[in-house]
């Protein structure tokens, strides 16, 4: 079993940026692919961003060359570094691996 725990989502301004984080209960990272989901109010749940266990990212594009993808050298946590946020990146946010999921973290950009 493999808890995941998000952080780091809060309100703000349009442009602004936040640091999302993902914390696992156990050394993961190394054994497969994790990724960061959001989903807003009536909406599907949607990829924004992937990193491997080698260490290759993938975005969506939508946040491409705004969003990055990291972890740390435990490989325990995960982050997602969003920058010049927009309005329409207001969502929940998920970390997953595998079939576990966080239990989200609410970004709101005001505009």
């Known amino acids: 079993q493999v808890q995941l725990v998000e952080s780091g989502g809060g309100l703000v301004q349009a442009g602004g940026s936040l640091r999302l984080s993902c914390a696992a209960s156990?050394?993961?990272?190394?054994?497969?692919?994790m990724g960061w989901y959001r989903q807003a109010p009536g909406n599907e749940r949607e990829l924004v961003a992937t990193?491997?266990?080698?260490?290759?990212?993938n975005y969506a594009d939508s946040v491409k060359g705004r969003f990055t993808i990291s972890r740390d050298s435990t490989r325990i946590t995960m982050y997602l570094q969003m920058n010049n946020l927009k309005p329409d990146d207001t969502s929940v946010y998920y970390c997953?691996?595998?079939?576990?999921w966080g239990q989200g973290t609410q970004v709101t950009v005001s505009s």
């Open positions: 997953n691996w595998y079939g576990f």
């Open positions: 156990k050394r993961i990272f190394d054994i497969g692919p």
């Open positions: 990193i491997t266990a080698a260490g290759s990212t």
